[in-house]
């Protein structure tokens, strides 16, 4: 047989495998390619599991706005954020209407069928139970209005006095507590008494509504726990006890003043120093965001924090309402996928929030718990006190409204 007769079909074959080859490699990097861009668009936060249709913007040429009613504690990183949304790619066709409410103040709107809500973000999930049970007690169905919740930033409650009043504070009753800060509201010469300076008149502490803010009901519920030496367990009989309540009492009448929200309450002391308010019982957050604020106009501020504590988680609720679009919806998760991701939130720390991004540290030298350690400040408060129930809030609410007649 001629040799080159048997030569031509190999060489045949080989082109057209090289040809396979060469298609098959130009499918596989144009798959590639579509790969990366896809990972490249997707959110980078805890919720980076939804879908991608949840973060894309509306349609072209139509403009979605929704309203998100939040705790005032959150108002300097969510303006922020607001502005930085509106630059991004999820945000372009998304206006966000924030509306600045006490954390129960925004619950209770949204349960009047205010329908400018169709998110809210209190400071903590502390009165969800509350708010469900109130949902279905005046419009039933069974159905839950929270579609969506996820966690944005933890911090946890602080007592914060100026410098001079912690320092002479301390010298008399050795730590602040509820039980101290008691004896010095009940005391009616008061700094005269405490410290020997008249000039300083009576102590003057105050802490938010409990019926319109979460700092002031976590302060109703830390001074039970405190009252009983507890941690966890705190139940209906605690708070029934006359004793409780009878020093719940004494302590609440000698409450300065009180806000709705804990940001403006923190605002007004730093406004207005010394002669408003010797302390509070505040979010660490807040006062981490005007600890500079406070050291440029009336000099360094101290934190104290209590032997129990509650963290505040921050929810953000997107609510399932009548009034409230499916557009409206996708709207609110896009903004939410845009709040975890690990700029936003590394943006929330420098206000002094714990990111609700695990991605993100807290513990570094240019963080501000390291910076402000001189104040105060701890990366680890102390040990946590469990929740408690939805009948334990309400009781102690309403107790705590009949010491106010």
């Not at 504070?169 to 005391?187: H, I, M, N, W």
Request: neutral net charge; contains cysteine.
């Amino acid at each position: 047989m001629n040799p080159e007769s048997t030569q031509g079909p190999r060489i045949t074959c080989l082109g057209q495998g090289v040809i396979v080859l060469f298609v098959a490699s130009l499918l596989g990097f144009a798959g590639y390619l579509l790969w990366h861009k896809y990972a490249a668009e997707r959110p980078t936060g805890p919720s980076a599991g939804s879908t991608s249709t949840e973060s894309s913007p509306p349609p072209a040429g139509k403009v979605v706005e929704f309203g998100l009613a939040y705790g005032t504690e959150k108002k300097r990183w969510l303006e922020w954020a607001v502005e930085e949304f509106a630059k991004s790619r999820s945000g372009q066709r998304i206006k966000v209407n924030l509306i600045p409410m006490g954390s129960l103040e925004g619950g209770q709107a949204a349960l009047s069928g205010d329908r400018r809500i169709h998110a809210w973000s209190p400071a903590s999930s502390l009165y969800r139970d509350v708010f469900l049970q109130e949902w279905e007690a005046r419009r039933g169905g069974g159905k839950s209005p929270l579609l969506k919740e996820e966690t944005l930033a933890l911090t946890p409650m602080v007592f914060v006095l100026w410098q001079a009043r912690a320092d002479a504070f301390s010298a008399k009753y050795k730590s602040v507590s509820f039980r101290t800060v008691g004896e010095a509201l009940a005391e009616p010469a008061g700094w005269q008494a405490i410290a020997g300076q008249p000039d300083w008149g009576v102590f003057k502490f105050g802490h938010t509504h409990p019926q319109q803010s979460n700092s002031g009901l976590m302060t109703l519920v830390l001074m039970a726990y405190d009252f009983h030496q507890k941690e966890r367990g705190l139940v209906l009989k605690d708070v029934l006890d006359p004793a409780f309540q009878a020093w719940m009492a004494k302590f609440e009448a000698g409450v300065t003043g009180m806000s709705n929200s804990t940001g403006n309450m923190m605002r007004d002391m730093v406004l207005r120093g010394p002669s408003t308010f010797d302390g509070l019982f505040v979010y660490e957050s807040v006062v981490i965001d005007y600890l500079k604020n406070a050291e440029g106009r009336w000099g360094e501020l101290r934190v104290a924090y209590p032997q129990r504590n509650l963290w505040s988680d921050n929810p953000y609720y997107i609510l399932d309402v009548e009034w409230s679009s499916a557009e409206q919806r996708k709207a609110a998760q896009a903004f939410l996928d845009f709040l975890l991701t690990e700029p936003i939130q590394r943006q929330a720390l420098v206000h002094g929030f714990r990111p609700g991004n695990p991605a993100v540290p807290v513990r570094f030298p240019e963080s501000p718990f390291m910076q402000y350690e001189r104040f105060g400040l701890r990366i680890d408060p102390p040990v946590s006190a469990e929740p408690v129930k939805a009948e334990v809030i309400n009781n102690l609410l309403q107790i705590w409204q009949r010491t106010r007649r």
